[in-house]
């Protein structure tokens, strides 16, 4: 947050200050990173387009049952979630159902529809903790 100020110098209000993908990428990689995945013993790959503030693209991958999450493409994924940094986010935090998300355009999906739901699983296995 930052105070904004006329060009009289009045004070007019509070502003928030845009995230850069650098800032969202630690933040939601600290998010995933929770989850426990030891019980999936197949392999998962995931890659997110963040659009519009903190743009960037980044992948989470479930290799024998250990999560990884990088800031790079992954070209041999399983599905692609295209979405908002701030709609991730609620999905991080469990206050956004992806299924929903999907339903309603918050969240696009490409490839593996059966596999996609599995970060739903991802998700539900942080809240456990």
């Keep these: 947050m ?15 200050e845009s995230m850069t993908y ?4 630690t933040e939601i990689k600290g998010k995933f990173m929770e989850a426990d995945v ?14 519009g503030e903190a ?5 989470a ?3 024998e049952g250990k999560l990884y999450v990088e800031p ?3 070209f041999d994924r399983d599905a692609m979630f295209i979405c908002s940094a701030e709609n991730l986010r609620k999905i991080a ?12 355009g918050k969240l696009k999906v490409e490839g ?18």
Excluded at 2 to 11: K, L, V
Excluded at 22 to 25: C, G, K, P, V
Excluded at 55 to 59: L, R, S, T
């Design 2 to 16: 930052c105070e904004t100020f006329s060009t009289s110098g009045r004070f007019i209000g509070m502003e928030e």
């Design 22 to 25: 650098a800032e969202f990428f």
């Design 38 to 51: 030891s019980h999936v013993k197949e392999h998962l790959a995931f890659q997110f387009n963040i659009v």
């Design 55 to 59: 743009e960037g693209i980044f992948y």
């Design 61 to 63: 991958e479930v290799k």
């Design 72 to 74: 790079y493409e992954y």
């Design 93 to 104: 935090d469990g206050k956004m159902d992806p299924v929903n998300a999907f339903f309603t």
């Design 112 to 129: 593996n529809i059966e596999k996609a739901l599995k970060l739903k699983d991802m998700i539900d296995s942080r809240e456990a903790l």
